[in-house]
């Protein structure tokens, strides 16, 4: 096995990154954004915002919030995973797996097919309070139908499997309502399906970045307890961890992370699976630093996803859920079939 | 020392431990005996507070371990599973960091650092510090969790003695590591203020090594004491159901079976 490099090291190589990368999405899309116009929309923006043109207005509306709402999510999605894959004590489980983006689609779906009939309403806090729901529903029925009876422990196989006949029940939902929908309720519901930021402002920004700043924040605190539970239950409970409240936060801090995501950006797969597998790679499995540099290195991967999903059918965009699955893909099989990595 | 008074455990209506009373002294060897089945894993657990007993109590000093909370009690007792398997790569010196774990918030103090360079050092796994953990055999990963486990009562608690519990610790040790890790035992044992209870399989090991013993058949006590008071034909054969021709002479005491 060769040498790890040094955990240090890796955060600021990744924080350059992400401003490059940063840097690129903005400049380019369907519109291509020179610096000096990047600068006086800035400017304008704080001195006199009525006088911005068109271009300038495209960075300072769309183009920005776009770029970090987009870091923002994957970010999220990314520590999701290494948070979920930690507390399963499996390097496979994502949101995805177990049902935490499902019931967030459904949720969606719901609002989208049923809300005009319900009246129910918050404004545009519905379609993210909607997903949030489904996503809670969703991941608690499987948290809680996969433990046993006996042990009140949760087996991974019996995880997964109560995790994909969650999504099952969830997507059939989803495929319902979209069945039931009108045309263009039907449409957004599929185009929510297939994950698309375009819809970023800056109050989405806003609302995400809160989320997610602050559940990093915290899921940072059961670093160490979930370091712990990586030489399994008893062991952690042997070294002072209390297993069952660490199970209730995490999946808690889990869920808000990933719903609140979710909800304005719709589903992005893979991200939170192949984010940490890389990082483990490079650094080794400590959480303390794979929920930091996932943080970041979801950033990049997102942000290179949308950059991508905007030039190749330039004007038009591609759904970003369709890249990161498409990019994704190849990229997980081809970790699993490294030989020296450890499963 | 370890007071077990009248522990008895039930799963269900089958009962693994019955009415069993026992005490573990620092300082010693103890050593708790018995066939497959016989309850051995299952004392140990509830003796280091990881199952509740349905009756009876166990207390630590006097005092009873229900009312310890888990973090505080994870500071002086440390306690070595078997079949301890790891779901991730982790660097050796990572995995014996956990045993600082209930010591430290979030980073390690150099107190923990020392710690764990010693534990180390102490059973000869530092030359491994920097390697995939998942890659050692069967018997470097024990010594790496013996590593861990004394780390994390590496040093004297304030009040009272350090608990150190082992399930079964010589399954994947070669006879070399084995004889090594018994005498690295005694050693530990200078330290007046540790507890050491094992549970093993193997009787001459038992028999060379133990201060103390407990011999334990179908969840039942058969009997506790000094080497020669448990190790007799009668009990080994009300045990084992195997009469051993028991050797006691100057090289010391072992049992031949067959």
């Known amino acids: ?343 | 020392m370890i007071q077990a008074n009248n522990i008895t455990y039930r799963i269900g209506s089958k009962t693994i431990l019955k009415n069993i009373s026992v005490n573990f002294e620092a300082g010693k060897i103890n050593l708790i005996l018995g066939p497959n089945g016989a309850g051995k894993s299952t004392l140990v657990k509830v003796i280091c507070n990881q199952l509740k007993p349905q009756e009876g109590s166990v207390f630590y000093e006097g005092i009873d371990i229900r009312k310890a909370s888990v973090a505080e009690l994870a500071k002086v007792r440390a306690v070595l599973s078997q079949n301890t398997e790891l779901a991730f790569p982790l660097k050796v010196k990572e995995v014996v960091m956990m045993g600082r774990y209930p010591h430290f918030s979030v980073n390690p103090t150099a107190k923990d650092e020392q710690a764990v360079e010693e534990a180390m050092h102490f059973f000869d796994v530092e030359g491994m510090a920097e390697r995939d953990y998942l890659t050692l055999s069967g018997g470097e990963k024990q010594r790496v969790h013996f590593a861990r486990v004394v780390s994390q009562i590496w040093y004297p608690s304030e009040n009272g003695c350090r608990y150190l519990f082992l399930d079964e610790p010589l399954t994947f040790l070669d006879v070399h590591y084995q004889f090594q890790f018994m005498h690295k035992l005694r050693e530990l044992l200078k330290q007046q203020d540790l507890v050491i209870v094992g549970v093993v399989h193997d009787l001459n090991l038992a028999a060379k090594f133990a201060d103390h013993l407990v011999l334990l058949n179908n969840g039942e006590l058969l009997s506790a004491g000094t080497k020669t008071e448990v190790l007799t034909q009668e009990n080994m054969k009300t045990a084992y159901r195997l009469e051993p021709v028991i050797h006691n002479d100057e090289r010391g005491m072992y049992l031949f079976f067959e």
């Open chain 1, 1 to 343: 096995m060769k040498k790890k490099s040094n955990y240090k090291g890796t955060f600021p190589i990744l924080l350059i990154l992400l401003v490059i990368i940063t840097f690129f999405s903005i400049r380019y899309g369907a519109v291509s954004i020179s610096l000096e116009e990047i600068f006086s929309s800035c400017r304008k923006f704080f001195t006199e915002p009525e006088s911005m043109d068109l271009t300038e207005r495209i960075f300072m509306e769309i183009r920005l919030p776009r770029a970090i709402l987009c870091i923002f999510v994957g970010a999220s999605l990314a520590v999701g995973g290494t948070l979920l894959q930690a507390l399963f004590r499996n390097p496979i489980v994502e949101p995805g797996l177990i049902g935490t983006s499902c019931g967030a689609a459904f949720g969606a779906a719901l609002y989208f097919a049923l809300g005009a009939t319900f009246g129910f309403s918050v404004g545009k806090w519905t379609l993210p309070l909607a997903a949030c729901l489904g996503a809670l529903l969703s991941t608690s029925l499987v948290f809680f139908l996969s433990q046993s009876r006996n042990s009140g422990k949760s087996s991974i196989v019996a995880l997964l499997l109560t995790g994909i006949a969650i999504n099952a029940l969830f997507l059939s939902g989803v495929g319902f309502l979209s069945y039931i929908a009108r045309d263009p309720q039907a449409r957004s519901i599929v185009f929510w399906n297939l994950g698309t930021l375009s819809g970023a402002n800056w109050t989405s920004v806003l609302i995400v970045g809160i989320s997610t700043v602050g559940t990093i924040l915290i899921s940072l605190r059961y670093a160490k307890h979930l370091n712990a539970l990586m030489i399994g239950e008893e062991e952690a409970q042997f070294l002072g961890v209390n297993i069952k409240s660490l199970k209730w936060k995490v999946l808690l801090i889990n869920v808000i992370m990933v719903a609140v995501a979710t909800a304005f950006v719709g589903v992005i797969s893979f991200v939170g699976l192949i984010v940490p597998h890389l990082l483990r790679i490079i650094n080794g499995s400590d959480n303390r630093f794979l929920i930091r540099n996932s943080a970041i290195l979801g950033g990049i991967l997102l942000c290179v996803a949308d950059l991508i999903s905007r030039m190749v059918l330039r004007p038009a965009e591609l759904p970003i859920g369709i890249v990161t699955s498409v990019v994704g893909v190849p990229i997980f099989i081809f970790l699993l079939q490294r030989k020296n990595y450890f499963f």
